[in-house]
């Protein structure tokens, strides 16, 4: 969520679904989803786990090396730098 849609949020009252937190910011206290990658994803699809049979993968893929941070609604899944 970009920090313009998280101000949008913030201004629908009680049917925020984020009340205790900010969204659209990187800081502590915030609701945050992130992925840090060794690489640019929009150059090389392979830094993110892309390859030819990534949609149909079965069962899913090995551990990404070159995904160094997974956090989603401020919780850290994964954090290798």
Avoid: C, H, Q
Wanted: aromatic share 6%; proline share 6%.
């Amino acid at each position: 969520m970009t920090s313009v849609n998280g101000e949008i949020v913030k201004l629908s009252g009680v049917m925020d679904p984020y009340p205790e937190g900010k969204l659209g910011v990187i800081e502590a206290g915030a609701y945050a989803d992130i992925i840090i990658v060794e690489g640019n994803p929009l150059e090389d699809l392979t830094v993110i786990g892309a390859n030819e049979k990534w949609f149909d993968a079965e069962p899913r893929s090995p551990e990404i090396d070159t995904i160094k941070v997974i956090m989603k609604d401020g919780k850290v899944y994964k954090n290798t730098l």
